[in-house]
């Protein structure tokens, strides 16, 4: 089976950065991914990380560590419309099952 | 190219009736996948098919609970004899099957009074 935790909730200010973690425990690890989703919205592709290391994607960062079994996601510059829910997920490879992690709420305050 | 696009947005059905969620893929794609959320947690796997084949139903309940992809037409999240812990919104997602990206349709919100 497959668990990924993240906290609960996270609160930063307009302009700073962020980091939201992800540990996960996985039987047959296929990468790390990142969605977002805006309240009741459909989640949004945002990052993945099949290897070791940091991925850039504009203001997201996504960054993996396989031995530790650890991963985040940095957002930086941070505006009033990146709160929303965070969730991590693993699986999917080939046309597997993702499965989410129990995702982190971020409120952007001014 | 059209999203991912389910139908109907807000379904209200009373306890003991059956519940039909309908899910398009994207253009291209084979492969659809149905999650389950409740408010504030996360999103809970179900079923994961392609056409004509269910791949891996082990979120599905035993009970009450099926789905399909037949070769033409939507997937289809089937619910019957309702409950209301059944009240949830449901998502669909597709993908191609050859990348780990997922392509999320705008859900379904299900109501059982």
């Known amino acids: 089976g497959q668990s990924l935790e993240q906290p609960s909730e996270v609160t930063a200010v307009e302009g700073a950065i962020v980091q939201i973690n992800c540990t996960y425990q996985t039987s047959g690890f296929y990468g790390l991914s990142w969605y977002q989703q805006h309240d009741g919205g459909a989640p949004t592709f945002l990052s993945y990380?099949?290897?070791?290391g940091l991925e850039e994607t504009g203001r997201f960062s996504s960054f993996l560590s396989r031995s530790d079994s650890y991963g985040y996601l940095l957002l930086q510059e941070l505006q009033m419309k990146d709160s929303a829910s965070y969730f991590c997920?693993?699986?999917?490879?080939?046309?597997?099952?993702?499965?989410f992690g129990t995702g982190t709420q971020l409120k952007v305050e001014l | 190219n059209a999203g991912v696009m389910q139908n109907p947005r807000h379904l209200v059905r009373r306890r003991g009736q059956e519940a039909r969620l309908r899910c398009s893929p994207m253009k291209g794609h084979s492969h659809v996948y149905w999650y389950r959320q409740l408010p504030e947690e996360g999103l809970k796997f179900m079923v994961y098919?392609?056409?004509?084949?269910?791949?891996?139903e082990s979120g599905m309940p035993k009970e009450r609970f099926s789905a399909e992809f037949p070769k033409e037409g939507p997937s289809i999240l089937r619910i019957q004899q309702v409950v209301r812990g059944d009240s949830a919104a449901y998502f669909c997602a597709s993908s191609p099957g050859t990348e780990e990206k997922l392509f999320f349709g705008s859900g379904t919100q299900l109501s059982v009074l």
């Open positions: 098919l392609q056409k004509e084949n269910i791949i891996d």
């Open positions: 997920a693993s699986g999917g490879g080939g046309g597997n099952k993702l499965t």
């Open positions: 990380n099949a290897l070791d």
